[in-house]
């Protein structure tokens, strides 16, 4: 459950604010350190990355991905909904998340 999701349950009068958010860090703790395994086994000295010249234009390439993926609503909807099948966020917030994404394409991001 969203820490969103937690908090209108508190203020509806469904669950104490305390116990809430420590079940809410509780489960981001269990996926945190989950994602910061994953993310290890993506990454070490050894990669190209972090070679001088290769490193940069690689920077740059991953740059310019992110950019285009931030341009594009259907690569970001796509990202999104990668990472949060990763959290295992509940069915009940795709509304919410496709609102989000919806306000974030008429305004612009922040």
Request: charged share 30%; with cysteine; aromatic share 2%.
């Amino acid at each position: 459950m969203t820490l969103c999701r937690r908090l209108i349950d508190v203020r509806d009068g469904k669950l104490e604010l305390i116990p809430a958010l420590h079940a809410y860090e509780e489960e981001m703790l269990g996926y945190s350190s989950k994602a910061v395994i994953e993310s290890r086994k993506q990454m070490d000295s050894n990669d190209l990355i972090h070679l001088p010249v290769i490193g940069r234009v690689l920077l740059a390439a991953i740059r310019t991905s992110m950019r285009l993926v931030n341009r594009v609503p259907m690569l970001k909807r796509n990202m999104l909904d990668s990472a949060t099948k990763l959290r295992k966020i509940e069915e009940d917030d795709a509304a919410l998340r496709n609102q989000k994404l919806r306000y974030t394409a008429a305004c612009g991001p922040g």
